[in-house]
């Protein structure tokens, strides 16, 4: 049960990047990708902070918003 819900969060998180940065999703595996590396880059910037997103389902969610538009963010930083 743990597995499909870290790739429910890990898409939702990821289509919600996609709609706050450029206004459309990337499509179920790119957003649940992005999702998932955002989770991570969420969670380790949170950490560096001293920042705790709060526990359960929307504290995961919004770590892993967070991290997908960072990465969002870089990528296309670096891709200009």
Known sequence: MNVILFILIGALAGFIAGQLTKGSGFGFWINLLVGIIGGLIGGWVFGLLGISSGSGILGSLITCVV??????????LFKK
């Open 67 to 76: 991290g997908a538009v960072i990465l969002l963010w870089l990528l296309r």
